[in-house]
């Protein structure tokens, strides 16, 4: 059985697709730019979910993270999210309980990033993790996630600062 390779919407400076889809893993040319999601998912009592990734990612194998996922062709931002949310840690969110919170652009890396919280309540144990993309799940304090966040070297600095202070002035 053959593997098929996932196709991305490039988009232009302002976030509009532009009518070109690209393969997976292909470098884009200045004022191209991918599509990205994180989703921020909290529960009742203000704890927040933490996915270990598996150690056969490029980026950040082993290491824990919110969930992170590129937008596929043809899809939007809040589905790609939800997408997300159901095959790497089976998790079924309503669309109404995801809720943007901001759009970032990465020169360096060629991508937007739409930011979303979901709140949710369940416990790690109850999760269907896709082992190919998540190896373990936890939650984690508001402290914890700060920390985290804090530790994050490799998401600019802009999104980082943006995080802390939004995090800072949210009640959970």
Not at 18 to 24: E, H, L, M, N, Y
Not at 69 to 76: F, K, Y
Not at 96 to 108: I, N, Y
Request: charged residues 25%; hydrophobic residues 35%.
């Amino acid at each position: 059985m053959q593997t098929q390779i996932e196709q991305f919407d490039i988009l232009d400076v302002t976030g509009k697709p532009t009518g070109i889809t690209a393969d997976k893993g292909t470098k884009l040319q200045d004022g191209q730019y991918y599509l990205g999601i994180h989703v921020y998912v909290y529960n009742s009592c203000g704890k927040f979910l933490l996915q270990q990734r598996s150690y056969n990612k490029k980026f950040l194998p082993g290491g824990w993270d919110i969930l992170c996922e590129h937008v596929i062709a043809g899809e939007t931002s809040r589905e790609g999210a939800l997408r997300g949310l159901r095959e790497e840690i089976g998790l079924h969110v309503p669309e109404a309980d995801l809720h943007f919170v901001e759009r970032m652009r990465w020169e360096a890396d060629h991508h937007i990033v739409d930011i979303y919280f979901a709140k949710a309540d369940f416990t790690p144990d109850e999760l269907t993790l896709q082992s190919s993309e998540v190896i373990s799940a936890k939650m984690v304090s508001l402290e914890e996630m700060l920390a985290l966040i804090s530790q994050m070297d490799y998401r600019p600095t802009e999104y980082r600062q943006f995080m802390k202070e939004f995090l800072h002035a949210k009640e959970f």
